[in-house]
């Protein structure tokens, strides 16, 4: 069992920057893909970002050249740098886990994505 905690979410103008964290909890962190998705009020969840266990990444274009994910295994922590903010990148975001067997697997389906946090509001201002 995977518990997974969002945090740094909040309000910020047009063209500025946020980092997310996302504290894991349970064993076996560095055989997680780690993946951050986001849902806007009347959208459906898109994922934003995703990590592979030997810290290979994926975006897709929506996020490419403005967010950065990362993980720090040694705190069991996932990160999401967002830079160059926009009022489109209004939305809830959550992060989400899953085993990975393959150490250079990257996921992305938000149906592979076994568990998930609770989100944390990012508000972008124009």
């Known amino acids: 069992q995977v518990h997974l905690v969002e945090s740094g979410g909040g309000s910020v103008q047009a063209g500025g920057s946020l980092r997310l964290s996302c504290a894991a909890s349970?064993?076996?962190?560095?055989?997680?893909?780690m993946g951050w998705f986001r849902q806007a009020p009347g959208k459906d969840r898109e994922g934003v970002a995703f990590?592979?266990?030997?810290?290979?990444?994926y975006y897709p274009n929506s996020a490419k050249g403005r967010f950065t994910i990362s993980r720090d295994n040694a705190k069991n922590t996932l990160y999401l740098q967002m830079d160059t903010l926009k009022p489109e990148d209004t939305a809830m975001y959550y992060c989400?886990?899953?085993?990975?067997?393959?150490?250079?697997?990257?996921?992305?389906?938000?149906?592979?994505?076994?568990?998930w946090g609770q989100g944390t509001q990012v508000t972008v201002s124009s």
């Open positions: 989400a886990a899953t085993y990975c067997w393959s150490p250079t697997k990257v996921e992305t389906g938000r149906t592979s994505f076994a568990y």
């Open positions: 349970g064993d076996n962190y560095s055989r997680l893909c």
């Open positions: 990590i592979g266990r030997s810290g290979t990444t």
